[in-house]
C-alpha cells in the first residue's frame, strides 16, 4: 500500500479564495470549480452575474486537467497549432483555465476557471493552484 495527500474541502476554499482574490483584482466574473484527484467535484463557487453557463464549462476544465495530467492550455495550444485530434480526446476541453492541482509530486485535484477569456481564466487559476505551495 502506498499513502497519498488528499484535497480536502478546506484546502479546496483556499484554492478557491486565492482564485476569487486575482478575479475580483480584475473585476472579472468567474465560475470557480474545484475537483479532487477522480474528477469528482469537491467545489464549486459562482460569482454573481457570470453566465450559468461557466458552471459546467469550469467543471469541465478541472476534470480535465486531472484526467491528463496537465494544464488544459497545452491542449489549447495544440489545437491552435493544427494538432485537432485534442478535439475529440474524451473528456479533454481546448481551453486555457484548468490546473492540475499538485501537492508532493502528486496530483490531488484540478482547478477550473470559467467567465472571462481563457487567458484570463488561465491567470485565475495560475494563482488560485498557488495557494498550495
Known amino acids: 500500500m502506498i499513502s497519498k495527500p488528499i484535497l480536502t474541502l478546506d484546502d479546496a476554499k483556499k484554492i478557491a479564495a486565492a482564485a476569487e482574490a486575482e478575479a475580483q483584482r480584475n473585476s472579472w466574473q468567474v465560475v470557480i470549480a474545484i475537483v479532487d484527484d477522480g474528477g469528482h467535484l469537491l467545489y464549486l463557487q459562482r460569482n454573481h452575474g457570470t453566465q450559468f453557463g461557466s458552471v459546467e464549462i469550469a ?11 496537465r494544464p488544459t492550455k497545452v491542449a489549447d495550444d495544440a489545437v491552435l497549432n493544427g494538432r485537432l485530434v485534442h478535439l475529440v480526446l474524451p473528456g479533454a476541453l ?17 482547478l477550473g476557471i470559467s467567465g472571462v477569456r481563457s487567458p484570463e481564466d488561465g491567470q485565475i487559476a495560475q494563482a488560485g493552484a498557488a495557494a498550495l505551495r
Open 94 to 110: 481546448p481551453a486555457e483555465g484548468g490546473v492540475p492541482l499538485i501537492h508532493n509530486d502528486q496530483i490531488i485535484g484540478g
Open 59 to 69: 467543471t469541465k476544465k478541472a476534470r480535465a486537467a486531472v484526467a491528463f495530467q
